[in-house]
């Protein structure tokens, strides 16, 4: 049976996240979670993600000795944001944004959710080919409503697309265990 450790490596490496499914069988078969080194877990299913996701004891590491994210930069601030923060800050920021996700405003949402999914279906109708699912309707769909939310106006939304890529390459495993890409040191401000 491969290791956590194993199994983590892999699903980074380019073929395992072009099909990572028999890597989370794997996963799975080692239950439903496994230690993989320096405190950090591979969890696996529903249950035992929603459990950890909820106990305090599994908290996010405190910043990096190093000093990493105190720089100002934007990987450090984004170090510092509600994704990677531990009470008693994470409950602080949750409830400054629960309160713009009322559900008075989800429903009045609606409308331009099902306008969107209306508009990237036929887009994949259109194209009359095999298309990318994942960056035609899956990526694009979360950013046409969050760009709605903002009040973004449609012309300006392709704008954020190629930031919320950078966003999420940034949110990766691979960016959080190795610190700031070459790419992204060197990137033009």
């Known amino acids: ?5 194993a199994i983590l490596t892999a699903l980074m490496a380019p073929a395992g996240q072009a099909d990572p499914y028999p890597l989370y069988a794997q996963a799975r078969q080692l239950g439903p979670a496994s230690a993989i080194g320096d405190g950090w877990f591979l969890v696996t299913g529903y249950a ?5 996701l909820r106990d305090p004891g599994f908290g996010l590491p405190d910043p990096r000795p190093d000093g990493w994210g105190q720089d100002g930069s934007e990987l450090g601030l984004l170090s510092r944001s509600i994704l990677r923060a531990n009470p008693p800050d994470h409950p ?6 629960s309160q713009v996700f009322t559900p008075r405003r989800v429903a009045a949402l ?4 099902e306008n969107a999914v209306d508009a990237l279906l036929s887009r994949l109708a259109e194209a009359g080919e095999p298309t990318d699912f994942m960056a035609e309707f899956a990526f694009r769909l979360p ?3 969050i760009c709605e939310l903002l009040g973004v106006p449609a012309a ?6 190629p930031l919320a890529a950078d966003l999420t390459e940034a949110l990766e495993a691979t960016a ?3 610190g700031p890409s ?6 033009p401000r």
């Open 156 to 161: 300006d939304q392709d704008r954020f697309r």
């Open 176 to 178: 959080a265990s190795a």
């Open 92 to 97: 602080r920021m949750r409830s400054l944004v």
């Open 110 to 113: 609606q409308p331009a959710i």
């Open 1 to 5: 049976m491969t290791t956590g450790p």
């Open 48 to 52: 035992a993600v929603s459990q950890v």
């Open 143 to 145: 950013v046409t409503v």
């Open 182 to 187: 070459p790419a992204a040191a060197t990137a």
